[in-house]
């Protein structure tokens, strides 16, 4: 059964603080690995995909990687708008998406 | 804004009755899915429907069903409600029929509360 596990649950920074969210999986036949970002009371929104280890993808302050057991999201110089829960999901070859918990991320000014 | 329109938003009802959900997917988006949320199990996928058809399964209850009418619109449809339902239940929707094959597009989502 594919698994994703995320950690921290919940991580505080400081504004321009940079720090990275983890997201491991154990999937069969990874098909893609995929990050969204929730805010509250709202439906998660697609950030990146990443189909193959070493895989690099970059949006304004945020950097996904991948590896064969895990992802990262690093997030460089944050500011209190980059407060969300970010959620990490994979597909493997059952062709469903697996969700992991979520970081909460809060950034103080 | 997704482009993905949910109602109601809220939804609060008493064990045992019956409720469905609606959603429109964004313009062009063929794919439907609903997702249960809630606080110990996270985001769950239920089922997906495609151009109308199902086309996977997750772990949607019996209590629980679904359809896709013609103009794309669906409707999950949740009986004989527990306490166990209350939950966010979002519906996202994609142009492909494979999960993955093209990012997600969420609703905000219904706040079901069954009291």
């Known amino acids: 059964e594919d698994q994703v596990t995320q950690s921290p649950e919940a991580l505080r920074l400081q504004e321009g603080e940079s720090s990275s969210l983890n997201c491991s999986y154990t999937?069969?036949?990874?098909?893609?690995l995929f990050w969204y970002r929730q805010d509250p009371g709202k439906g998660p929104e697609f950030l990146f995909t990443l189909y193959s280890a070493g895989e690099e993808k970059e949006k304004e302050r945020l950097k996904a990687t991948l590896t064969k057991k895990e992802s990262f999201l690093h997030i460089t110089a944050p500011k209190p708008e980059d407060s969300a829960t970010y959620l990490c999901?994979?597909?493997?070859?059952?062709?469903?998406?697996?969700f992991g918990q979520g970081t909460r991320l809060t950034i103080n000014p | 804004d997704s482009g993905v329109t949910q109602t109601p938003k809220h939804l609060i009802t008493a064990t045992g009755q019956r409720v469905t959900l609606r959603c429109s997917p964004r313009?062009?988006?063929?794919?439907v899915y609903w997702y249960q949320q809630s606080l110990d199990q996270g985001l769950q996928f239920l089922i997906q429907?495609?151009?109308?058809?199902?086309?996977a399964k997750g772990n949607i209850l019996e209590r629980f069903s679904a359809q896709q009418f013609p103009d794309l619109h669906s409707e999950l449809n949740l009986s004989s409600l527990e306490l166990g339902d209350s939950a966010l239940y979002f519906c996202?929707?994609?142009?492909?029929?494979?999960?993955?094959?093209?990012?997600?597009?969420f609703g905000n989502g219904t706040r079901l509360t069954v009291t």
């Open positions: 996202a929707s994609s142009v492909n029929p494979g999960q993955g094959s093209s990012p997600l597009h």
């Open positions: 999901a994979v597909l493997g070859g059952a062709q469903k998406l697996v």
């Open positions: 313009s062009g988006d063929l794919s």
């Open positions: 999937v069969s036949g990874l098909r893609g």
């Open positions: 429907y495609y151009n109308g058809e199902e086309r």
